[in-house]
């Protein structure tokens, strides 16, 4: 398979720019070697980005009494594990836990199937009504959720879906991004295969899947990555549609928590934050390669 | 789903003489119609259902006086006509909040932009550990909001938060921060920036790379200096993609709510309730025609805000 490699940005007219004379007039400029301060500046910022992730996973591990001492500590003088052993133990955070995972997984497979699906159609092959399934398609890109989940919720109601997975699940089942997404890489497959395919006698289905899917790895990988965290941290939806404890989310039980009457128990919700974040944290790293990608072509974040 | 339609051995040939060929290409049409209405469908129903159909479907509930109560019979309730926008306007706390979400995009999209500007250009002028520090910039960007809130509301406790604790070193006797008014709109800011810079950050570095370097060093020659360089060659250059980041920004703070559902329930005084808050509240009352109303309001805000900024960006020709 051939990768893209976008051609070289120049615009050379031949007599404006005067490469040989202009280049070590640009390789001895600060252009290409940077002070050292940038480097410290950067340094910086870096720390400042971090800084609260660091403090989080710190105070996690103290006793509720010392994330409370004043002036506060920055590493734990007594190291524990209490903080996480009553997530797990009082708070029913597993449950949780697999509910996100649950909600995220499916939500996920649904938006690689449904939307390489439609996204193969859009690029590949010819039918009438083509044009506008695109556009609306992503005319909704911009319709934020706060427009769409009091009919939303109203409806899942009287399917009588609140409070279950397939209420949490099926609003974000098909999504925009992943048509988007799977068309522009569709279109950038070579339409021969498909011919030499037609030719060796394959039927349309069979091309789709055996011939053209196994080509998309990398954009089914940025999709899937993209879809995964964005269901994993949604908050708005599962508030609204899980109802008992559990059904609810992590977020949700974090955010209900953080408001609720364990609102005080500071190295607790720390600790909860803890295992909201790393998880996805964690993913991000391994595969970062293919989300700062996607980020790269869509901005969603 | 992996199974051909037809058998390819009763199929005929496909390689055919000059008369076969009209016919055979509207078989290819029929059979590449149905294929794609196959493959879309179960996409389009889904999609029609559960993102189309709302959309509407709150555009006319705008318009009603539905309430949590009429929830199994929503085609009985009354009509409002634009009872619930009037209202809406008369609002004081409506009023309230639309100022506050106005000032969350007006300060927090160049805020971010600016930062995530100066971050990008860093990036792109260094050669080593490159890929290290584009990591540690773009890290919130992978997290929960509603995690790292909770994560900032303690770091922004007066006494035992570090950045009071972090002021006192230098001398600052730092305030409370998201329990003083006047403060705790700018402190959700101050998070939603930090959170959110990566992505513009990541979008910039990407525009920067392809800025021709020939040009640069032609104005070099010229005798422009670096930041003569960067004002007339580099950002004309970058300007659809600070559009883009400037609408997708402005779009998700237009719709701000989870930072300050965490980190300061809307308070103090509903100093950082947003237009999206007032929508999940008016939700929570029950009041399901006014909440549609006031989330049209943000959608139809998200539209125009858009729309200007489109023509401000605009490449001039």
Redesign the interface.
């Known amino acids: 398979m051939t990768t893209y490699t976008p051609p070289p940005?120049?615009?050379?007219d031949g007599d404006?720019?005067?490469?040989g004379?202009?280049?070590p007039?640009?390789r001895t400029?600060?252009?290409r070697a940077?002070s050292r301060w940038?480097?410290v500046?950067?340094?910086v910022?870096?720390l400042?980005?971090?800084?609260?992730?660091v403090?989080?996973l710190l105070?996690s591990v103290k006793p509720e009494a010392e994330?409370?001492?004043?002036?506060?500590t920055?590493l734990p003088e007594t190291f524990t594990l209490e903080n996480y052993g009553e997530l797990f133990d009082r708070l029913s955070f597993p449950t949780y836990f697999v509910n996100s995972i649950v909600v995220a997984v499916v939500v996920t497979l649904g938006n690689l199937v449904?939307?390489s699906?439609?996204g193969?159609?859009?690029a590949k092959?010819?039918?009438?009504g083509?044009r506008l399934?695109f556009v609306?398609?992503l005319g909704?890109l911009?319709?934020?959720?706060?427009?769409?989940?009091?009919?939303?919720?109203?409806?899942v109601?009287?399917m009588g879906l609140t409070n279950t997975y397939p209420g949490l699940i099926?609003?974000?089942?098909?999504?925009?991004l992943g048509?988007f997404l799977m068309r522009q890489y569709f279109l950038g497959l070579p339409d021969e295969l498909i011919q030499a395919a037609?030719?060796d006698?394959?039927?349309?289905?069979?091309i789709?899947?055996?011939v053209m899917l196994p080509l998309t790895g990398p954009a089914l990988a940025t999709l899937g990555i993209l879809t995964f965290?964005t269901s994993?941290?949604n908050?708005?939806w599962p508030l609204?549609v899980a109802q008992t404890e559990d059904k609810y989310t992590?977020?949700v039980a974090?955010?209900l928590y953080?408001?609720g009457q364990n609102a005080t128990q500071?190295g607790l919700?720390?600790a909860?934050?803890v295992v909201?974040?790393v998880p996805?944290?964690v993913l991000?790293?391994a595969v970062?390669r293919y989300?700062?990608q996607g980020?790269?072509m869509t901005?969603?974040? | 789903m992996a199974t051909a339609t037809t058998a390819p051995a009763s199929r005929p040939s496909p390689v055919g003489g000059s008369p076969g060929t009209k016919r055979r290409r509207s078989l290819l049409q029929r059979r590449q119609t149905r294929t794609a209405w196959l493959l879309a469908l179960p996409f389009l129903l889904l999609f029609a259902a559960f993102t189309v159909g709302p959309v509407f479907a709150s555009l006319v509930m705008s318009f009603t006086d539905m309430r949590s109560t009429d929830v199994r019979t929503p085609f009985a309730v009354d009509l409002a006509g634009i009872d619930n926008y009037t209202a809406l306007f008369q609002d004081p706390l409506f009023r309230k909040v639309a100022l506050n979400t106005a000032i969350f995009v007006a300060v927090g999209v160049p805020l971010t932009m600016v930062l995530a500007l100066a971050a990008a250009v860093g990036l792109n002028r260094i050669t080593r550990l490159r890929a290290f520090f584009r990591l540690g910039f773009y890290l919130p960007v992978v997290t929960s909001i509603v995690a790292v809130a909770v994560v900032w509301r303690f770091l922004l406790q007066p006494d035992t938060g570090p950045i009071n604790q972090l002021l006192g070193v230098v001398g600052i006797d730092g305030p409370d921060w998201l329990g003083e008014p006047s403060l705790a709109l700018p402190s959700v800011i101050a998070m939603a920036t930090w959170r959110n810079l990566g992505t513009l950050m990541v979008i910039f570095l990407a525009g920067l790379q392809t800025v021709p370097r020939e040009l640069l060093e032609a104005a070099e020659v010229d005798g422009a200096g670096r930041w003569q360089r960067f004002r007339h060659v580099t950002l004309p250059l970058l300007r659809p993609v600070l559009l883009f980041g400037a609408v997708i920004t402005g779009i998700g703070y237009l719709q701000f709510f989870e930072e300050s559902f965490v980190m300061t329930n809307g308070g103090p005084l509903n100093a950082t309730r947003s237009v999206a808050y007032y929508t999940y509240d008016q939700f929570s009352f029950g009041n399901y025609g006014y909440a549609s109303a006031a989330s049209y309001v943000l959608f139809v805000a998200i539209v125009v805000l858009t729309a200007i900024q489109f023509r401000v960006l605009r490449p001039k020709t």
């Open positions: 940005s120049t615009i050379d404006s720019l005067r490469p004379d202009a280049e007039a640009g400029n600060a252009e940077p940038l480097y500046v950067l340094s910022g870096v400042v980005m971090a800084l609260p992730f403090w989080m105070s994330v409370r001492s004043i002036p506060p920055w449904f939307g699906m439609l193969y159609a859009l092959l010819e039918f009438r083509k399934v609306i398609v909704t911009m319709v934020p959720g706060m427009v769409t989940f009091v009919p939303l919720f109203v409806l109601s009287n099926l609003p974000y089942l098909v999504g925009p048509v037609r030719v006698g394959a039927g349309e289905l069979r789709f899947w055996s965290l994993w941290n908050f708005l609204v992590l977020p974090l955010a953080s408001v500071y919700l720390l909860g934050a909201v974040v996805v944290v991000f790293l970062q989300f700062v980020i790269a901005g969603i974040k």
